[in-house]
């Protein structure tokens, strides 16, 4: 259990609520143990939000990419909180190793499958590393939809859909099993855009 992640979580929340108003839906989806956290991926806060839109308990680790990691300050935080480097363009297998461990031990990894920040739905495809992720650890996919523009005091809602794991035929996944899952993820990601929980 991350002590430090739990600290700064119980500590930022009411902080983010204040100028980022939230209201959370589907979090009965999230299944015990491990599993893959797949949010689109508009803003810098997203991670934020998403992860103060979730338990503060259960485990959590987060990918994010190696330039951040190179700044003295943030580099140490990111780690302390949960967070590992990946690199971009290539298969970065230590980042795959950490990811596989983690999940095995039970925690939850957030990762963007869009892989970038995108305006819209579209703009670019989603990595498959989610797949051979899924189907090699054993665990489901959150598809998750934090909606809003981000910006402070405006409403934002943040979706949680339901999990579900890839099916492939091998024991690794094909290049087209990989682009079919990623397809099928961002339709998922981007249909819980119409949940609106500050109709309720």
């Not at 967070?83 to 970065?92: E, I, S, Y």
Request: aromatic share 10%.
């Amino acid at each position: 259990m991350n002590r430090f992640y739990m600290f700064a979580h119980a500590l930022l929340s009411p902080f983010i609520r204040l100028f980022f108003p939230m209201r959370t839906v589907g979090l009965e989806h999230l299944p015990e143990g491990g599993a893959l956290i797949c949010p689109n991926h508009t803003s810098g806060w997203d991670p934020i939000l998403v992860a103060i839109a979730m338990p503060r308990t259960g485990g959590m680790v987060f990918m994010g990419k190696e330039q951040l990691f190179r700044i003295p300050p943030l580099g140490w935080l990111f780690r302390k909180l949960g967070a590992f480097p990946v690199k971009r363009g290539g298969n970065d297998l230590t980042a795959m190793r950490f990811s596989l461990n983690s999940l095995r031990e039970g925690k939850r990894l957030l990762m963007f499958p869009e892989g970038t920040r995108v305006d819209e739905q579209g703009e670019t495809d989603a990595k498959g590393g989610v797949t051979l992720l899924s189907t090699r650890a054993g665990v489901p996919i959150i598809p998750v939809y934090c909606g809003g523009k981000r910006k402070f005091l405006r409403r934002t809602t943040v979706v949680f859909g339901e999990p579900y794991t890839p099916v492939i035929a091998g024991r690794r996944p094909t290049q087209e099993e990989n682009r079919q899952v990623a397809e099928e993820l961002l339709e998922r990601i981007y249909a819980l855009a119409e949940v609106d929980g500050w109709k309720k």
